[in-house]
């Protein structure tokens, strides 16, 4: 990806909230079951029309706050966003929900569509990130309580999307300003609170089942959910599976042939930076640049230096007058045959399996105070799979026993005359092979359980109420992946002449048996020799003892613990004219632990051209203290009908990073009742993630094609990475025949700094008495600002070496480039360890409008909401200067989405709407009709349109049917170089991979 981390025009008013900016001021009535939940705020109208229930309304509970309210008043921006709109729109998980929503658009979020890639919680594991500001600053409760970690490898630091348990989900509340004052480390972009439901009196089966027009990627989710109350007991709970299958690279047309995508801006003719078929004439199907991780996967051609000049070969009989007679040379990309075919079935969107189970409940103990006893328990469990593509880069070292190596042709080694490459254990190498080995799996099954028990109820003083609740959770994951094994591809062409018999694997050339010299004297004389070097083994025609032998199944286990005891009181202090004076106190300890052991030969670093890893583990703990009070200074005057402020403060203490203090203020103020200002100011603090301290350090490699100077001599001579290799004293036929080599580790040696933030949101909620004939309206709009101090990153390996390659100072002035070097060979070394950037900033203006009307014999809901990003900045060092990304890829300026809808007695219609707006990221790169004309880093809005329609039968059971993506939209292009594409795609989470799709939920209820 290009960015180091993770236009005004029409305001598309597309914006507003399923949930509700109110201001109205109704009580409602309360129930002690909920009384200590912290949930969000609703606005009337909005339940009344989509909350189909008689029971009456629970407690209202604003998710910013740890005090109870009664009334619809919120100084924080909240959306809502309820079970009926998410089922009634196809969205059957939450992860689906939450990922797709508006104050998650402005920058990628972690899903499947990444599983090539090395990300946080490991492959397939979903997480949240608020604001573009990264998963680990984003808060996931569950109830009002922490959802813990989850997933496998090194790097669990976030909650997995995954493990939620969509089936009970009620609402989905999100409060898009910071909150560590209120609940604690993370909660710096904002929070997410899933509200589950309780005292369910029936049981519902329900089936969904999603196909895609182009095939693969299909989705089946089936579940049950029940409950049943007693006199004093209440208890309900779900059971849910989830399939997903795998989507193919090869399934749709935009991936199928990725290409360089160089072009003329003014002919559209493509331009010489592409590569071109040179039969054809047209860009040749070739993953420049990278898909899914595997840049240029090569596939039937060697690398042997001759005359030092001819590097790449393949077979070719009619080659007789080559200077390798049978061997041609295909130095261009464009006169190699073509990428693997293993591409193509490489998952494009992985599969995927969760069972999830949950139970809540609660027992009226007539006793402490009115108290009850509640509990919940949650497990799920997933199966996930990625499957990629892999080569083989086999090295035929220069043997001193013997000349040439006895398994490479004689004309390779007549024609090598005075250039020998060293490969990474220091060999002179004869040749090197590249051969497409096919498709290789990584799996992962990850079991999370969370337990909770509580005690609530009336203090003997006031209206106070007491809460005293505890949350153990314990992710448990095993995670397998397939490597070559560095000793056994050593040993396998180490081979001598058997002299005798042998019981040894062996193989023979020209009359002579060889084995690997390591079987010699051993008692499992198991080595298997290398495939002898021709045209059958570069076509990928490999024995299956060979494959058995050097290619080996990788088994690592991760465990994450993180234990929570939590207990606060709130209450009225006293009585004002205005109102209580209210308030909430606290307590809070949390312990947590890290735990990953890679495999043996992982550890070791015996993985051949691919990561090794030491052991991660680590552990903290944290002790909080809370306080917060809600003081009424006005109400019921004129231009006054009500002015609040409320304040909150935390103390923090972690083991590891010391104490600190949080603050948050807000105050609302309602001149008539139907307009309402608010706003907020506040501080947030966040102590590095276990990961980011004690991450165990880590080498790996990536292909030499990642390297910007890897055949930079066919870019533009003008081109600012061809000038900066060029600087380098590079040669112009220089190909990166090594990899590039990445180290990484955690923080915590080096001293790295916890974060402290602080956000600032200024807001208006409009909501006018209108007559009936003209309809309800609801409109909000928030001003919002988060500034990151001290900021935890790794900046990725491959974006420091596009930042520091695409500098015009390069090393003289880029901070970037301090982080790489290269050696006198040309062989390039990354530096990737977590440590603090000085600053993060993201600054936007939230569009919130609601409006409901009876239209015919029917009611018409709009939703429409949209993000405007004012800044998205980042900067390293103090003395750099900001790298503004906002606008750029992946970190769109505007983002929106409209949900319509036409009810008429059993019958609902919805019309839904996603829109990310247009990114160019020419500016920033230097790219243009000036200076590298033939890049395109821009694309135009993207627009997907999703239709549904509903019935709901007496017999209580319905049937919801609809089409997501209706104009099939796909995903957009963008050149090759800069970015991570999937195929010619950016590969950019706000996008549609899956197409044109239809679905179908039946749910009975009995």
């Known amino acids: 990806m290009r960015s180091p981390f993770a236009g005004s025009g029409i305001a598309l008013l597309l914006a507003a909230s399923m949930a509700a900016y109110a201001a109205d001021e109704t009580p409602a009535a309360t129930t002690p079951a909920a009384a200590t939940t912290p949930s969000v705020v609703v606005e009337k109208k909005a339940v009344v029309k989509e909350a189909t229930t008689s029971a009456a309304p629970e407690q209202i509970i604003i998710t910013g706050s740890r005090i109870r309210h009664d009334t619809f008043t919120s100084d924080s921006p909240i959306q809502v966003i309820t079970k009926d709109q998410s089922v009634l729109a196809g969205l059957t998980t939450t992860t689906e929900v939450l990922q797709g929503s508006t104050v998650s658009g402005g920058s990628n979020q972690i899903n499947n569509y990444f599983g090539g890639y090395v990300t946080d919680g490991g492959p397939g594991a979903n997480t949240l990130s608020l604001r573009g500001l990264g998963a680990v600053r984003t808060l996931v409760l569950l109830n009002g309580r922490r959802l813990a970690p989850a997933g496998t490898r090194g790097s669990v630091g976030s909650a997995d999307l995954n493990v939620l348990p969509s089936a009970m989900v009620d609402r989905i509340e999100i409060l898009k300003d910071g909150a560590s004052s209120i609940y604690g480390s993370d909660a710096v972009a904002g929070v997410v609170n ?24 299909g989705q089946t989710t089936l579940s049950l959910t029940g409950g049943h109350s007693w006199d004093r007991l209440d208890i309900s709970g779900s059971l849910e599976f989830y399939n997903r299958k795998n989507l193919a690279v090869g399934q749709r047309d935009w991936a199928s042939c990725p290409t360089s995508a160089f072009t003329d801006p003014t002919t559209g003719t493509w331009s010489g930076g592409s590569i071109l078929d040179p039969i054809t004439g047209r860009p040749k199907c070739f993953p420049v640049g990278g898909d899914f991780g595997t840049a240029s996967l090569a596939n039937n051609y060697i690398a042997a230096v001759v005359d030092g000049t001819h590097t790449r070969w393949t077979p070719d009989p009619t080659a007789t007058t080559s200077l390798i007679p049978g061997w041609r040379n295909v130095n261009n990309f464009a006169d190699r045959q073509g990428f693997a075919p293993s591409l193509l079935t490489e998952s494009l969107i992985s599969p995927t399996r969760n069972w999830t189970a949950f139970l809540n409940g609660s027992y009226d103990l007539h006793a402490l105070g009115n108290g009850e006893l509640y509990f919940e328990l949650l497990y799920d469990h997933r199966d996930s799979t990625q499957i990629g593509a892999r080569q083989l880069s086999l090295d035929y070292q220069l043997d001193s026993n013997f000349n040439p190596h006895p398994f490479v042709p004689i004309d390779i080694y007549n024609a090598i005359c ?40 009336d203090l003997p003083f006031g209206n106070w109420r007491y809460d005293v609740n505890a949350t153990l959770s314990r992710s448990q994951a095993s995670y397998t992946f397939q490597s070559f094994l560095t000793d056994r591809i050593y040993n396998s062409t180490y081979v001598v002449p ?78 004002m004219p205005a109102g209580d004076v209210r ?60 002015l609040t402020i409320n304040l909150s403060g935390r103390y923090t203490d972690y083991n590891s990073y010391g104490s600190d203090r949080t603050y948050k203020a807000g105050i609302g103020y309602t001149p008539v009742k139907w307009l309402k200002f608010r706003a907020t100011k506040g501080s947030s603090f966040r102590a590095p993630a276990l990961f980011e301290q004690y991450l165990s350090p880590t080498s790996g490699f990536y292909p030499g094609s990642v390297d910007p100077c890897s055949d930079y001599g066919q870019r533009d001579p003008a081109s600012i990475i061809y000038i900066n290799c060029a600087s380098e004293g590079l040669p112009i036929n220089y190909t990166n025949n090594n990899g590039v080599t990445v180290y990484s580790a955690g923080g915590a040696a080096s001293g790295i ?254």
């Open 194 to 217: 899933i509200i589950t439901r309780k005292g369910v009196k029936d049981f519902t089966a329900e089936l969904t089942q999603e196909s895609t027009e182009d095939g693969g990627g």
């Open 498 to 575: 058997v002299t005798g018999t042998t019981t040894a694997p062996t193989r023979t050339v020209d009359g002579v048996t060889y084995t690997c010299a390591s079987n010699i004297g051993s008692s499992n004389p198991n080595c298997v020799p290398a495939p002898l070097l021709d045209a059958s083994f570069l076509s990928g025609n490999i024995d299956q003892a060979y494959r058995d032998y050097v290619w080996q199944n990788i088994t690592g286990h991760t465990t994450y613990d993180e234990n929570t005891v939590d207990a606060n009181i709130d209450g009225s202090f006293f009585k």
């Open 583 to 642: 308030a909430a106190l606290g307590l809070e300890v949390r312990s947590l632990k890290l735990d990953d052991e890679p495999a043996p030969d992982m550890i070791a670093g015996n993985l051949y051209n691919l990561t090794s890893a030491g052991i991660t583990k680590g552990k903290d703990a944290v002790r909080e203290m809370f306080g917060e009070i809600e003081v009424p200074l006005l109400r019921g005057l004129p231009m006054a009908e009500s």
């Open 418 to 457: 005075c250039v020998l490459t060293q490969n990474p254990r220091g060999d002179y190498v004869e040749a090197r092979a590249f051969v497409s080995w096919g498709n290789d799996y990584t799996r992962e099954q990850v079991g999370f359980s969370r337990v909770v028990g509580g005690l609530r109820g």
């Open 753 to 1006: 700094h916890s974060e402290k933030s602080h956000a600032d949101t200024v807001g208006m909620v409009l909501q006018p008495s209108l007559p009936a004939r003209v309809g309800d309206l609801a409109f909000a709009v928030d001003w919002w600002r988060i500034n990151v101090g001290n900021q935890v990153a790794q900046i990725g390996a491959i974006n420091l070496l596009n930042l520091c390659y695409n500098d015009p100072q390069f090393r003289a002035g880029g901070s970037y480039c301090a982080f790489s070097s290269r050696d006198s060979n040309g062989d390039i070394t990354v530096n990737d360890n977590y440590l603090n950037i000085a600053t993060q900033v993201a600054e936007g203006v939230d569009y919130n409008l609601r409006y409901t009307r009876s239209i015919g014999v029917g009611e018409f809901l709009a939703d429409l909401r949209a993000t405007r990003y004012l800044r998205q900045d980042q900067r390293v060092l103090p003395t750099d200067p900001l790298d503004k990304f906002n606008g750029t890829l992946q970190y769109p300026s505007w983002v929106g989405d409209a949900d319509l809808r036409y009810k008429w007695k059993a019958y609902t219609l919805r019309y839904g709407l996603t829109y990310v707006g247009a990114m160019n990221s020419n500016d920033y790169l230097g790219v243009g009709p000036t200076v590298d004309p033939f890049y395109n880093f821009k694309v135009g809005s993207y627009i997907s349109q999703d239709a549904s329609f509903r019935y709901e039968s007496s017999n209580k059971w319905e049937v919801i049917a609809g089409i997501r993506n209706l104009t099939n939209e796909a995903p957009k292009n963008v050149t090759a170089g800069a970015y991570n594409r999937a195929g010619n795609s950016l590969l950019y989470s706000g996008y549609d991979y899956f197409g044109r799709r239809g679905f179908v939920t039946l749910s009975v209820t009995f």
